[in-house]
């Protein structure tokens, strides 16, 4: 099938290129002319037109940044971007499914991309175009292996011609497909992220009364991580959680919930608790969701 990748970062390239490795054929665009480069190198076809994309595609994947800003995220780039593929579909008669795969809050897709896709095209998504929000769950040290070999692929579809638009590309995959709707999509990622970022917490208070009553939190520590169901992610204290993803996560989420009336106090606490690790052990390492393990050599010993 031939796709676009709209956003040739991290989680763009390593979309295009696994699907293209998978037997698709992947068209790039990035306003920035460094990852395009770097991709045309590679053997890739790119182009700097969005019109291109659109043309070229059947679906399309948007991999744009939602930073956290404030601590709270910034939709601007996607909501441009959105306005930008609506204009071009204007000029296109043929169904194309537009695929989100940036973190953005539950709700998001639904009542402001869509919204803004039909504003700037003058059609009816699920009529003349199709929406899914397929979130991304890679690492920055290893974007392709994990696409390559994801641990399950989450498809939250518009309605089920866009959702069997994205199983038809993830056909050669044989990990689990979870095919849900467009605000439950939005929310698994934030789930992962923020119970991620839960469980280092968890483990740096721990940490914390360990070292007050004199206890080796490492004995402690490794013992807990032999539970199958815990694992050795996340629970060695004295390491604040940090990177791309956990922290900017975490601060957008709780924002987000303040938003819908809801006040996330252990989403705060979770915060807190890292503020308070971040300060006891300020040269420790930082755990990221890049991680599946943190060594204990790694570990900082703080007094």
Known sequence: MKVGIIGSGIVGQATGMGLVANGHQARFYDIDNRPLQTLREKGYETTDEIEDVIDHAEAIFVCVPT?????????????????????SLRNTNKYLVITFRSTIPPQTTRTKLIPLLEAASGLRSGEDFGVCMN????????????FLEPNRIVVGALDKRSGDKLRNIYSNFTCPLIVTDLDTAEMIKYSSNTFLAAKISFFNEIYLICRKLGIDEKVVSDAVALDPRIGKYGVFGGTPFGGMCLPKDLQAFIHFAGTKGINPVLLKAIAKVNQQIVQFCPESPRITSEATTIPLEMQTTCS
């Open 67 to 87: 930073p956290t800003v404030n601590k709270k995220i910034n939709l601007k780039i996607i909501e441009s971007c959105a306005i930008s593929i609506g204009k």
């Open 135 to 146: 979130p991304e769950f890679l690492r920055e040290k290893s974007p392709l292996q994990d």
